[in-house]
């Protein structure tokens, strides 16, 4: 899990705004939305004030990408980069506003808070719709669809 760090442009990013992805990772949506990160817990303390930027759901991770260029004082330019794996996400909750994904990793439980527009707000349907496959995954029973053969009947 990344959260607010510096990402580079010819690293994490191209020049064209886009994420540099892995080989084995494929692009299942992207949309600019505004999102914050919040420590969940009994009282919930912001990690990052409120932000704008393009999200991008990939088969291995959801990656933030905020708006604005950065130089670094050594002359790197980049963005500033937030991230979550696919397996870390606990839960996806629908609200009249906004979309909370909560999160467990190495920094806790963290919730983050997207405030979705018209089509964006199906960005995270995909998340939701694995969570079955994700606790097969964690337990050592996921077997890829290659290899269940084909459905009886």
């Known amino acids: 899990m ?3 760090e510096f990402g580079e442009v010819g690293k994490v990013v191209t020049a064209a705004n886009e994420p540099i992805l892995n080989p084995d990772e494929r ?3 992207f949309r600019q ?3 914050r990160v919040v420590k ?3 009282v919930k303390s ?3 004030e409120e932000r704008g930027g393009w999200v991008w759901h990939t088969t291995k991770r959801v990656l933030h990408l905020d708006d604005t260029w950065e130089t670094l004082p050594t002359g790197v330019k980049g963005k500033r980069v937030h991230e979550y794996g ?3 996400v606990m839960d996806v909750v629908w609200h009249k506003r906004d979309v909370t994904v909560t999160t467990k990793g190495p920094k806790g439980k963290v919730l983050w808070e997207y405030k979705p527009f018209g089509a964006a707000a199906r960005l ?3 998340l ?3 969570r079955e496959e994700r606790k097969q995954y964690a337990k050592g029973e996921h077997k890829p669809i290659y290899e269940r053969g084909k459905p009886e009947g």
């Open 33 to 35: 939305l505004e999102y």
């Open 124 to 126: 995270f349907s995909w």
């Open 46 to 48: 912001p990690l990052m």
């Open 2 to 4: 990344k959260i607010d």
């Open 40 to 42: 969940g817990g009994i």
């Open 128 to 130: 939701r719709e694995q």
């Open 27 to 29: 692009v299942i949506g």
């Open 86 to 88: 696919f397996m870390e």
